[in-house]
């Protein structure tokens, strides 16, 4: 504080010019300041863009992915999140995964049960339109296509198990997905709600199922009469998730099982 | 060349420099030295008032890269709800009438994360790369990019607060955005997962514009919030390395911004709304290297200092097009 005050003694002439240093100090810890903030920020950035290992490593999601998917990491590594397996999917069928799914954030995800891939398109347009092969392009009829494969989940609540029949809307008649009815029209898929059905013995996973020789109703017993029948998934099944969308029961008696699960599982 | 590395290594977080003695042409030591004198800094101060006094405000070059930006990427929307096939696919990697495109950054991760080089990104990079160095590499920032404009959203609000003394702006270094580019590719590599892509604001934006937003929008609200309260265009200055692969890209591009020393006087209002004002040191009295001279790689070619610049100092210029012509 006193040296500020001017006196000749000559110890205090010599700290005078450490005034101006210390204002270079000054400037030089603002320097440092930006300096440390920047390593902070970097940091920081890094560490969050981290965050999005959590969910993948947990396995916290089982997403059934459109055809031609490589197998789950390869998948992620080389998906561009461009969307447009999207774009040309004519039931609208693929969705984009969201910030919560972690390094899938903009990778492409099949809900088989709101709308299954139904292979609408014939010759698996969302393999032609990736640009990265993510959907692998070594594949080009739907038969190679190895998405999934269906289980029967729920056999207590499987209509044909109870032997019974399925008269009216498969989902009822607010349900929003989409089908190919090969008899009406080969070209325009068609609203699930606007079909109805009257079946003796529900057969609607097997009747609808895009794939020859996928599933078949099997008989319970040898016995003539007994009406009751099982769903049995042969190894044509591609996994497209059909079978899941049409099924009557809430939830579905017969359910996809992702690549991802059986990768996992296995 | 030496000067022209100078500017270059300026993108990648140098500190702007004086041109060195061998640096400066005659005729630029000539012009500057001319313009020191008494009667000519007094004529240059009178002038610079009577601007102040009947300042002229142009949003010209502005207002075209709005537009830019609002229809390239509306085609990208219409192309999908209305199944037209113009540009389908986002900003990430697309295809134009067909022809395939990929972002030079996102493909880059991807493939260092798959390890393998797609046929179908290579030629999609390929056809950007030339693109974007044929109108200005970090053009793609100024004329597409939809967090450019949602940026500079932000900064009009953030200059607003900082005018009222409600924020403060915060500088960082600019060597943050090399490294964070090659820590990103690096964690692409020995990851095997597209990490940046997670926080990359671009690609949420442009997914969300053409699909429908997500949750994951919220975190680039977030990045804005930073941009308003706390540091002035914090992603596009200091981070994106998606701006940076294009300034590589357009390093030597034909489209340049031309400073004319000649006319400038050298007040600055130009670096006052530029973003990325490192480029535009060559404006300071003592700066220019030459008396035409381009402004540095890091340019994003968005004309807001050609807008600005009252004496027209600063124009956009197609490098060879007069010999063409």
């Known amino acids: ?266 | 060349m030496k000067w022209f590395l100078h500017a270059f290594a300026m993108m990648f977080g140098a500190a702007p420099r004086k041109p060195e003695e061998g640096e400066v042409t005659d005729a630029a030591r000539a012009m500057m030295k001319f313009k020191k004198l008494p009667d000519q800094v007094k004529l240059r101060k009178q002038r610079i008032a009577e601007e102040h006094e009947f300042p002229v405000v142009s949003n010209k070059w502005r207002n075209r890269r709005w537009a830019s930006i609002v229809i390239l990427n509306a085609l990208f929307i219409i192309s999908y709800w209305f199944d037209v096939q113009l540009v389908e696919g986002a900003l990430t990697a697309s295809r134009f009438f067909g022809f395939h495109m990929a972002d030079v950054f996102s493909a880059a991760q991807v493939m260092l994360a798959f390890k393998e080089v797609m046929l179908n990104l290579v030629i999609g990079t390929a056809t950007v790369v030339i693109a974007w160095w044929l109108v200005g590499g970090r053009a793609f920032c100024s004329w597409i990019c939809p967090y450019h404009l949602l940026a500079e959203w932000a900064e009009m609000i953030h200059l607003k607060l900082a005018r009222l003394g409600l924020a403060k702006d915060h500088v960082f270094h600019r060597g943050l955005r090399t490294v964070l580019w090659a820590v990103f590719l690096a964690l692409a590599f020995f990851t095997s997962y597209t990490i940046y892509e997670y926080i990359n604001p671009v690609g949420i934006v442009s997914r969300a514009l053409i699909y429908g937003p997500t949750v994951a929008i919220f975190w680039v609200l977030f990045l804005l919030g930073i941009e308003v309260f706390y540091s002035r265009r914090f992603w596009c200055r200091y981070v994106c390395p998606i701006g940076l692969s294009y300034g590589i890209t357009g390093a030597v591009s034909p489209v340049q911004v031309e400073y004319n020393l000649e006319l400038c006087l050298h007040e600055g209002e130009c670096r006052k709304v530029c973003l990325v004002p490192h480029v535009l040191e060559v404006t300071k009295m003592g700066y220019a290297s030459d008396t035409f001279e381009y402004i540095g790689a890091d340019c994003t070619r968005c004309g807001m200092c050609v807008d600005a610049c009252p004496q027209g100092a600063l124009k956009f210029k197609v490098r060879g097009l007069d010999k063409v012509i």
Do not use: N
């Open chain 1, 1 to 266: 504080m006193t040296d500020a005050t001017p006196t000749p003694d000559p110890e205090i002439d010599e700290m005078i010019p450490e005034a101006p240093k210390k204002r270079l100090t000054r400037r030089e810890l603002e320097k440092r300041r930006m300096f440390l903030r920047s390593v902070g920020a970097g940091v920081t950035l890094v560490g969050l863009s981290l965050v999005g290992y959590f969910p993948v490593l947990k396995q916290l999601f089982d997403r059934l992915r459109p055809p031609g998917a490589l197998e789950e990491d390869d998948f992620l590594a080389a998906c561009i999140k461009c969307g447009q397996c999207v774009q040309v999917c004519p039931v609208e069928a693929i969705k984009l995964a969201d910030g919560d799914e972690g390094y899938a954030l903009g990778t492409p995800y099949i809900d088989a049960r709101k709308q299954a891939c139904d292979f609408s398109c014939d010759a698996v347009q969302c393999v032609l339109a990736c640009p990265t092969g993510a959907l692998t392009h070594e594949i080009a009829r739907k038969e190679e296509v190895r998405m999934g494969v269906a289980r029967l989940a729920r056999p207590d609540a499987c209509l044909a198990m109870k032997g019974q029949g399925f008269k009216g809307l498969a989902r009822g008649d607010l349900f929003q997905g989409m089908l190919r009815y090969e008899d009406i029209d080969r070209w325009t898929p068609m609203r699930v709600a606007d079909h109805p059905y009257d079946l003796e013995i529900c057969d609607l996973c097997v009747r609808e199922c895009p794939i020859t020789g996928a599933i078949s109703l099997e008989s319970v017993s040898t016995d003539a009469g007994d009406t009751r029948r099982r769903p049995v998934i042969h190894d044509a099944c591609v996994g497209c998730g059909t079978c899941e969308m049409i099924c009557p029961a809430e939830p579905a008696a017969i359910v996809v099982d992702a690549k991802v699960t059986r990768e996992r599982v296995a």
